[in-house]
C-alpha cells in the first residue's frame, strides 16, 4: 500500500515539530506522495504560531517540486460547544482545509457525553474536513455518534496508529463505519502513525479522494 497524500504534517511553527515545510516536501517528493497537506496547529497551542502566520501561508507556492501543497491548520477543539483558535475570515479563506482535534494542552478530558459533543460541534464548523485522533483514549467518546455525523458532513475520521494500543479503538471505528456506510461512502479511516495498515487484517484505508483528472477533492 502506497500513500499519495499526508494531509496531517507539522512544521517548526507547531513548536514541537523539527522540520521546515520544505524538508517535508523532500520527504513527501522522495516517497513518491502526490500531496502534502502543512497544517500547523492554532495559536492556543502551546508554541504554536500566531493568527498571522495563517494570513500569510498565500506566499507557499500551490506546487513545489512536483508536490502539489494544500494549505490547512490543525485547529484545537476549546470546549463542548466546539469552539476552535480564533482565526478570522481572511486567514480562513486562505485555507484548504482544517483538521479539529482534542488536544490535553488544549482542554481537559470530561465525561464521555462532553467529550463527544465537542467533536459533534465542531463538525460544523467551516472547513472542517478531518477530526483528527479520534483514538486517543484519554477522551472517551461515543463513536457510533461521531461515525453517523461523519457521514452526514463527509468528514473523515484520521486514526493514528502510532502503536497496537490503538487497534482495538480502529477496529471499533470500523465496524460502526461499515454499519453506518457502505464503506464506499464517508466516513472513511485515515490510518496515519508507525503501525503497517497492511498488518491489520481486513483494513481498508483511504487518504481522501481524487477525481479522474488526478485532482484533489476535499
Same mark, same amino acid.
Request: hydrophobic letters at 40%.
Given at each position: 500500500?502506497?500513500?499519495?497524500?499526508?494531509?496531517h504534517?507539522?512544521?517548526?511553527?507547531?513548536?514541537?515539530?523539527?522540520?521546515t515545510?520544505?524538508?517535508?516536501?523532500q520527504?513527501?517528493?522522495?516517497?513518491?506522495?502526490?500531496?502534502?497537506?502543512?497544517?500547523d496547529?492554532?495559536?492556543?497551542?502551546?508554541?504554536?504560531?500566531?493568527?498571522?502566520?495563517?494570513?500569510n501561508?498565500?506566499?507557499?507556492p500551490?506546487?513545489?517540486?512536483?508536490?502539489?501543497?494544500l494549505?490547512?491548520?490543525?485547529?484545537?477543539?476549546?470546549?463542548?460547544?466546539?469552539?476552535?483558535? &480564533? +482565526? %478570522?475570515?481572511? !486567514?480562513?479563506?486562505?485555507?484548504?482545509?482544517?483538521?479539529?482535534? $482534542?488536544?490535553? *494542552?488544549?482542554i481537559?478530558?470530561?465525561?464521555?457525553?462532553?467529550?463527544t459533543?465537542?467533536?459533534?460541534?465542531?463538525?460544523?464548523?467551516?472547513?472542517?474536513k478531518?477530526?483528527?485522533?479520534?483514538?486517543?483514549?484519554?477522551? &472517551? +467518546? %461515543?463513536?457510533? !455518534?461521531?461515525?453517523?455525523?461523519?457521514?452526514?458532513?463527509?468528514? $473523515?475520521l484520521? *486514526?493514528?496508529?502510532?502503536?497496537h494500543?490503538c487497534?482495538?479503538?480502529?477496529?471499533?471505528?470500523?465496524?460502526?463505519?461499515?454499519?453506518?456506510?457502505?464503506?464506499?461512502?464517508?466516513?472513511?479511516?485515515?490510518?496515519?502513525?508507525?503501525? %503497517?495498515?497492511?498488518?491489520?487484517?481486513?483494513?481498508?484505508?483511504?487518504?481522501?479522494? $481524487?477525481?479522474?483528472?488526478?485532482?484533489?477533492?476535499?
Open positions: 500500500m502506497k500513500a499519495i497524500i499526508d494531509m504534517t507539522h512544521t517548526v511553527a507547531s513548536g514541537h515539530a523539527y522540520s515545510i520544505h524538508e517535508n516536501i520527504f513527501a517528493k522522495k516517497h513518491g506522495m502526490k500531496f502534502l497537506g502543512t497544517s496547529h492554532g495559536s492556543t497551542m502551546t508554541g504554536g504560531p500566531a493568527e498571522y502566520f495563517f494570513h501561508l498565500k506566499v507557499v500551490r506546487e513545489m517540486d512536483g508536490v502539489k501543497i494549505r490547512g491548520m490543525e485547529a484545537n477543539i476549546l470546549d463542548v460547544n466546539g469552539n476552535i483558535d &480564533e +482565526l %478570522d475570515s481572511k !486567514a480562513l479563506d486562505g485555507l484548504d482545509y482544517l483538521i479539529a482535534s $482534542l488536544h490535553i *494542552v488544549c481537559e478530558p470530561s465525561t464521555k457525553e462532553d467529550n459533543m465537542a467533536i459533534l460541534n465542531v463538525m460544523d464548523k467551516e472547513k472542517v478531518i477530526i483528527g485522533h479520534p483514538d486517543d483514549a484519554r477522551y &472517551e +467518546l %461515543d463513536y457510533e !455518534a461521531i461515525v453517523k455525523k461523519a457521514k452526514e458532513k463527509n468528514i $473523515l484520521e *486514526v493514528q496508529l502510532s502503536n494500543d487497534l482495538s479503538k480502529y477496529k471499533k471505528l470500523k465496524k460502526l463505519a461499515i454499519e453506518h456506510t457502505n464503506w464506499d461512502v464517508l466516513p472513511r479511516v485515515v490510518v496515519a502513525g508507525n503501525v %503497517d495498515p497492511q498488518d491489520i487484517p481486513g483494513v481498508k484505508v483511504s487518504y481522501l479522494n $481524487l477525481n479522474m483528472e488526478g485532482e484533489l477533492c476535499i
